[in-house]
Structures are given as C-alpha cells and as structure tokens.
C-alpha cells in the first residue's frame, strides 16, 4: 500500500514516519518535498511528522500550514484521505484549520520529554479500533508547545462527538481535558502530541504506537 | 599595495588588547617584514590565541595514545573518525562552551551544541546522539540557578530543533565553579568509512564556497574572550557571545550530506572559533595552499562591516567548502534548494598566502604557514600537585545513623536524579534510541540505523579526584568511561576529550594540566582506548581563583549484536548480586566524606590498571554469555549507590551484605575502583564465581534482590519508593521558583 510522508525544512521526524510505515506496509513512503504542490493519487494514508519546521521561530506550525502541499493535502483529506499528524504535525493541523482547537506553550514553560500514559477517550475510531478500550497506553511526548486548547463551546462540541481520542493519564503539559489527540467530524484526520512511531518496536520500550499504523492501514 | 601598509591604528595598546604578546609581535614584523594592518594584526591575535593555537597545550597533548586498529582518523581533523565494522564509520568529538555559557548561558550552550554538531557533520557523518558534561556552582550560589535553567533550555532548544537525540551526560555542583561553569557538549555522527570528508584544501584555481548564515559583528573576539580569565566586568563580554539558529543548522545539514552524497566536495571546513579566518587558514594549511577571498562577495546581515569584522566574527551556521571546478552549479542548486546563503567567495591559489579583498582593495597580504605552524607552541612551567595522605576506614568514625547517611550520600547534589534536566531534552527522535539518561544507567545506547548493532556512549570525569591527585584522577576518568562502556556490554574503541583547567600561566595549574594528561594516557594506553579528538579550554578561572580540574572525556564503544546487551535495569526478584572486584574501603576524596562530614580531603582511590581491565574483560564476557540479568559499575557513593540506582529502576528492593573485615561504611561506601556489580540468577553463581577465581578476579556474594526496602544487615533498612522519592525530588525543589531565562 502507498503512504506518504510530508517533509517541511525541519521536520525532524520524518524518517522515523517513514520507517513506521515502511514496518507496517512493507513498502517504502513517498517523501512529498513541502514545495511540492499535489500529493501522488496512489498515496493512501499520509503522515504530517514531528519536528520544528521553519524552525517554529513564529508559532508552532503556523509557516508550515501555508505551504503549497498543504492546500492540497486538506483537499484531498475533505474529500476522505486518511491523514495523522504527529506532533509537529498535530500542530500544523490545527493552524490549517483541519483540527479545532490550538496547541500553545506548555503550562510548565519548558520542553518536556517522557513516556506518557494515555487513556483511549475513543476506541472506535479507524486509527484506534485496534486498541482494548480499557487498556491504558505508553506512548512518549516531545514537545514545548503540546498544551492543547479550544474554547468551551469547541470542547463541549469535540467531547460531545467522540472527536477526544487519547486522553494523558498524568497531564504533562497543561491540555484542556487532559487531551493528547484529537479527530476530526469526518473520523479520518488524527491529530496527536504524543509520538506512536517512537512506540513500534521492541527496542524503544515498548510497542504501544503500533495499533494506530495497524488500525488505519487495516482500514483501507 | 596601500590597504597593507602600517596604519597609525596599531599602536602598542592595540597590541596589547590584542593578546599578542611583545615577542610574538616581532615574530610577525619578522614574517611580514614591514608592519601589519588592523585586519592582519586582527587575523595573527585570533589565530595565536590560546583557544585556536594550544599554545600552551600542545606539546603535552601530543603525548596521547591516538591510534589503534579501528581509528580511522586522530586529532587533528574536526572530529575522530573510528571504524564500527561493515564499512561504518563513527564521527565524534566534545568542545567546551564554558566562557559563553557563563555569561549567556541559553545561546552559549545552544551555540556550543551547534558547533560540535557542526565538527561531526562537516566529516560527512549525520549526528545521531548529543552528549553533555556540566558543572555548575554551589546549589544555593545565587547564580546557580539561573545558570542551570539557561543551560538547560539552551542545550534542549537547540538539540530538539535539529532532531538529534540528547541521550547522555552528566551534571555536578560545586563551590569550584562559582565562577566559571563549564558545558562541555559531545556529538556523535554515523557515516560512511569511505565517504569521510576532510579539510585539507588541495589544488590550485578553485572555488571556495560559503554557505549558511550570513555574516554579523556578532562573536567577535569570541575565541580571545576564551583565552582569558574573568574577572568582575565579565558580564560586559556578552556581545562576544553568539546567538544560536538551529534551523538553519537542520538546513546546512541536510544540505551538506545531499551534496556530499555527489562527488562536488574537494574540502570542507565549518566556521567554528574566529570563523573565516581559522576556517580558511586551516583549509589552506593542510593543503599547503593559498587562499584569495573577496570579502565583498561574503553574504553580509548589516551593512558596513568591515574586513576585520567579516574576518574574526563568529556567527553561527556557516560553513567554508573547496569545490570541485564545474560542480559549482550543482552546489548553488543544492544549497539553494535548502533555502540557504550561498556564495563563491574565492579560490585556492599557489600562492601559499591569504590574501584578502574588500571594496576593490587588498586588506590583507600575510603567508600562511607563520599563521598555522609557527604559532606559539610554549613549554609553560609546571608544578605537581603535592600528594595527599591517604585515608584509613579505621580513621574516619561510622555514622551514628546509617539510614541518614544512606539519604545523605543519594541526595548529594552530584548524586541525586538529573530527570529535571533530561526530561528537556528529547531522547528518542530518530527512532533508534535504545537507552539515555532516563534509566541512570552506564551509558547511552544508539542503534545503528537499520543494522543489528548499536554504539554505547559516555561521558565522565571525577573533578574531586583529579583535584585530589591530578595524575591518578586522570587515570580514574578514563577507567571510568571503560568500564561504563563495558558495563552495557560494549566494547570500548575510543575517547574524545574536553581538558578544562584554569589559568596555564600558572605553575601550579598547569602542573594539574600535565598530570592528568599523564594519567589518562597511561590508562587509554592500558586499555588501548586511544583519545581521537578533543578540545582544551583554559583560563576556566575568576579573579584568580581556578575551577578544579576537570578533564572531561566521551567515551564510544560497539555493540555487535543488540541481544547482548544488559543494562542496570534488568535484575529480577530472587536475584543474587555479585559484586567483581576487590574493595578496600576507600573513603578518602569520597561522596561519603564530602556529604557526611563535609570534607574533601584525602588521596583519591587509586586505579589498578591491570585489574580494571582483567575486571572488565571479564564482565564483559558475562553479559556475552548471557550470564547476568543486570549489570552496573561501582563509582561515586560506592557500592550502596550502584544498588541503590540497580532498585530504582527496576523497582525491586535488595538486601546486601558485608562479607569484608571492613567496618560497613567502608564497604557499603567506599569508591574502590575496578568494581561492577552483578544480578544473576541462581544457577549462575557458581559458574560466575568459579570461572572468576580461575582468572584471579575477585568475585563474591553481597546481597539478594526482592521486596521494596534497601537492607543492609550491618548497617541501613530504608524503603525503596521512600528513598527514590527524595533522589527524585532534589532537582526539583532547587530549581522551583527559577525564572525562565527565555
């Protein structure tokens, strides 16, 4: 199956996308270059990863939300393309405007880094149904700007419609309803601040990101 | 030839201010046989400086140990380069940040993890790990602080940003860095052995590219500032402090290593300490080539700068590269692919000169050799350290409370949890993270992207020990980084060092200097660890008063296949530990003695070399064999830490004993070197202990692993989860109410 990685100037993880979809497809993303302005028709599911593209010097995504790929990235996904930001991704879109809601600096000021617990607010959803609803997840965090705001009228909106997928069981940066990821109406935009491909072997401690590469490519 | 001739700027107080000293001064009028200009006299000052020249280290670290069957290249290049089998390479190097980061503590350590990520990547390599070693003042200094929470987010902004992975380091306290803290950074780069890049411009005719940031007045006399000594007006050196841009760092990378993936690379160089002047005297010296530059072509942030500055900034992001002629076109389209400044600056020429243009005149007229091989290489006095008596068990008292003292020695700034530092830094970007600092444990351990292999990584020193006795102290740092690396099952190859001493015109300083030079190569030697890079920064020293010596190392081993590895965390209820080697209860210069009686006196623990690595031999072909659950080495806190840190991360309480004639503080917290200790299970023991005595390594029982106390039955009975929580909770109860530096 085809997948796709978007790369913006400093996007840092990017590889580790690729190597999660290659682990899980067999078959090696295209790399889509943000300058480029459409993304392949063969592409399945994309991949918006981790990083601080333009180095994030204005405020988290927001450069990256204007680049050409994005325009059609957000065409292609309204009319159903499944897409997952990690991170930097989840970040980037919120400023497109594919996800409610902003993520700002993190209520302690500093970058954070740890394993956190998640709680699945939505199992049903094509990038979770493979997950046991009561089991609780491992999944690391990264990130200086995760503090996951909307307003009250949004959240009541996103709690009320199942759109809350990952909640912290341990809230490490502040998040409104302790939220770590969100979906969007449709159910095939995932938005999340922890990083589920730095969870997909062994090796890393644990392999609690797998489920969602395994949900949503199950799906298609 | 005007813009060469003597102007009337140079006078002697311009000398002067310039650090070049009056018999220096005649070497130059004696090179350039007439008067130099500002920009020249600018060019000689930076490049004799102590931090470019090693004037008064040199001639010692040639006495280093620098080759050996996997070194691919020693000192001399940006980085070591050693060989990890199937024709990978590893690139590495540590460099102290110190003077910058004192005085601007987030840009000076972000630039100093920028520069030493620039070292590896100008070799070809992609960095793969950052590492640090710090050392800041006493906690409660009112700096401290400050300091702490500066560095910190200045080593995470940067390291986060490019997506590098900081996975190791170490942090001390002491009241000997008040004035002068040190940041040493460390970065660790995979390459290709047969795609190693290096900076020896050759031939003659061609083009010499700029890339990456352009060029501001900031950092100027940046490398001078390092060559000096504080003193109460420091703080008015900040604008010699550079300011960090890791996008643009993310950018060259990517950029450097798709160009390098092409064959348009002749020599490449970063601009590091005095920039474009030691970038392209460098080059040019070791392809005993000329270099002509026209300054005006050199991609400008302000206007009007003049060739002095363009010449002796340090702004960051920059690199220097001799193209090959016809690849131009294909560097700009790379480059400006990128988003990058780019510019063809110059050509190499035969003339064997550096001869620079600005404004349509020539600025600068000097041959090269003089600026690079005659630079002052000084035989500076040296005075040894007096020795210090050693220190009997029987001499010092046994506590009345083991308990507090078991609290007392964990919770010693040095010794307590650092989560509250590396939780700022991301540990697991590239996906290949397999162990960093958040288990505690020996080293760092880096897959190697897509193979079954994986390096270990470390950095150490015991400044407390080399202050004590600078020659056996320099022995411990090395045996320390061996053993760490030995102690996940690595086989240790290579170390990279950052020497940092106080003021070299002082004969008892540079006496510490010498001897732990001596000392660490007597041990690198020993264990055929050679040093492959390394940086020395001096005149660490405030009004006079000097910071201990701290001869810094990183340390890379390899991992040939990723299921032999062990670590601290894998010892499992019912567990027997084993403690290798021998224990003599040596508290002199100890934690112990420092955090129960508050002294720091006594002979440090002398390293028996042999014994070390017949110790660690051993252990290493334990973890080989599959003999051991969990394995940690024996150092500050002594045997009582190493359990300690062994329970806390794998939760599970132990319960050790003294089999020694010695009293228990001496046992439990005497820091012996040579020492691991083992979990395993039962039908390991006497193997483990047999097959030791056969090999005249001292191996025997100390304990049991289970339940959720610290028991020793001679002397301390503590809850684990009681116990962790205080070591957990000392770097956060310092650092709340710090206020954010950015």
């Known amino acids: ?220 | 030839m005007a813009g060469t001739s003597k102007s009337d700027d140079i006078t002697l107080d311009v000398i002067a201010e310039h650090g070049i000293s009056g018999a220096e001064y005649k070497i130059i009028l004696d090179r350039l046989g007439r008067e130099p200009n500002l920009t020249e006299l600018g060019i000689f000052s930076v490049m004799w400086s102590e931090h470019c020249s090693y004037k008064s280290s040199r001639r010692h670290l040639g006495k280093f140990l620098t080759t050996g069957k996997r070194v691919i290249q020693g000192p001399g290049e940006n980085a070591g380069v050693i060989d990890i089998d199937d024709g990978d390479a590893i690139i590495f190097k540590m460099e102290s940040h110190n003077h910058p980061s004192y005085i601007e503590p987030y840009q000076g350590a972000a630039t100093g993890v920028g520069g030493i990520m620039r070292d590896v990547f100008t070799m070809g390599a992609r960095p793969i790990a950052l590492l640090n070693a710090l050392r800041f003042g006493e906690p409660d200094h009112p700096k401290t602080k400050s300091l702490v929470d500066g560095v910190i987010a200045g080593i995470g902004g940067y390291g986060n940003c490019v997506g590098v992975p900081t996975v190791g380091g170490e942090t001390n306290f002491h009241a000997g860095y008040n004035g002068n803290i040190l940041v040493n950074a460390m970065c660790v780069g995979l390459a290709r052995a047969d795609n190693v890049f290096y900076s020896a411009a050759k031939g003659v005719g061609n083009p010499i590219f700029y890339v990456g940031s352009k060029t501001g007045r900031d950092g100027i006399h940046g490398a001078t500032m390092a060559s000096a000594e504080f003193d109460d007006d420091s703080e008015e050196k900040r604008p010699t402090v550079q300011v960090g841009d890791p996008f643009t760092e993310k950018l060259l990378i990517e950029a450097c290593l798709e160009l390098m993936a092409t064959d348009a690379i002749i020599a490449i160089q970063d601009m590091g300490a005095a920039g474009l002047t030691s970038s392209s005297i460098e080059m040019a010296d070791k392809g005993g080539v000329g270099v002509a530059l026209n300054l005006d072509k050199v991609p400008q942030r302000e206007t009007g700068m003049t060739a002095y500055e363009m010449m002796l900034s340090e702004s960051q992001e920059r690199m220097l590269m001799v193209i090959q002629p016809g690849k131009e076109q294909l560097a700009f389209d790379v480059f400006e692919k990128w988003g990058l400044d780019v510019a063809e600056i110059g050509t190499t020429t035969k003339t064997g000169r550096l001869v620079l243009t600005h404004g349509g005149k020539t600025v600068c007229d000097i041959p090269i050799a003089p600026l690079a091989d005659d630079a002052p290489n000084l035989n500076r006095p040296h005075t040894p350290t007096a020795p210090r008596d050693v220190i009997e068990p029987s001499d010092i008292i046994e506590p009345q409370d083991y308990n507090d003292a078991l609290v007392r020695v964990m919770t010693d700034p040095d010794m307590t949890s650092k989560r509250w530092i590396w939780e700022q830094y991301d540990r697991h970007v590239m996906a290949d993270t397999m162990d960093s600092s958040q288990s505690g444990g020996d080293a760092a351990i880096i897959r190697i992207h897509g193979t079954n292999k994986a390096i270990a990584v470390t950095t150490d020193c015991t400044p407390r020990y080399c202050y004590a006795d600078p020659y056996e102290g320099g022995k411990q740092v090395v045996a320390e980084s061996w053993r760490n690396l030995t102690a996940v099952g690595a086989d240790p190859i290579a170390i990279t060092d950052c020497l940092n001493f106080g003021n070299p015109e002082r004969p008892e300083i540079m006496g510490q200097f010498v001897g732990c030079i001596d000392g660490m190569n007597e041990a690198c030697r020993a264990f055929e660890y050679p040093v492959v890079s390394g940086n020395v920064s001096l005149y660490n020293e405030t009004n006079g008063v000097a910071i201990p010596p701290t001869p810094a190392v990183g340390g890379v081993g390899l991992i040939p296949d990723l299921s032999l590895i062990k670590t601290l965390k894998g010892a499992k209820a019912g567990d027997t530990l084993i403690m290798i080697g021998e224990t003599d209860g040596w508290l002199g210069s100890s934690i112990y003695l420092r955090a129960l009686m508050g002294r720091e006196d006594g002979a440090p623990p002398p390293v028996d070399l042999a014994a070390e690595k017949r110790n660690g031999d051993y252990v290493r072909k334990l973890i080989r064999n599959r003999r051991v659950s969990a394995v940690h080495d024996l150092s500050d806190g002594g045997f009582a830490s190493a359990a300690c840190e062994m329970a806390f991360s794998s939760g599970i309480g132990a319960t050790l004993s003294n089999p020694s004639d010695l009293p228990a503080h001496a046992w439990y917290f005497g820091e012996d070197q040579g020492r691991y200790l083992i979990a395993t299970d039962k039908n390991s023991i006497n193997p483990i202990l047999t097959t030791a005595n056969g090999l005249g390594v001292k191996a025997q029982i100390v304990g049991t692993v289970g339940g959720d106390r610290l028991t020793a039955k001679d002397g301390f009975d503590v809850s684990l989860s009681g116990l962790k929580d205080r070591w957990e909770s000392w770097m956060p109860t310092l650092m709340s109410g710090a206020t954010e530096t950015v």
């Open chain 1, 1 to 220: 199956m085809q997948t796709a990685v978007i790369v913006f100037p400093a996007s840092n993880c990017d590889r580790d996308a690729a190597v999660a979809l290659e682990t899980h497809t067999g078959k090696a993303p295209h790399m889509i270059w943000h300058k480029d302005t459409s993304i392949p028709d063969d592409v399945r599911f994309v991949v918006v990863p981790g990083g601080f593209s333009y180095g994030d010097y204005l405020r988290s995504g927001a450069i990256a939300a204007q680049s050409p790929v994005i325009k059609d990235l957000k065409q292609k996904a309204e009319a159903g393309l499944p897409v997952l930001g990690i991170c930097n991704g989840f970040q980037i879109l919120t400023e497109a405007g594919m996800l409610p809601g902003a993520l700002m600096r993190n209520a302690g000021q500093k970058f954070v880094c740890k394993i956190s617990r998640l709680r699945l607010a939505n199992a049903q959803t094509r990038f979770t149904k493979l997950y046991d609803a009561k089991h609780e997840i491992d999944i690391p965090v990264a990130h200086h700007d995760g503090n996951y705001f909307a307003d009250d009228d949004t959240l009541r909106r996103i709690e009320g419609s199942g759109q809350v997928v990952f909640r912290y069981v341990d809230n490490p940066n502040g998040s409104r309803g302790d939220i770590a990821g969100i979906i969007n109406q449709a159910g095939n935009v995932l938005g999340m601040m922890p990083h589920p491909e730095r969870a997909i072997d062994p090796l890393h401690g644990g392999t609690d990101g797998s489920n969602i590469f395994k949900s949503i490519l199950g799906s298609l």
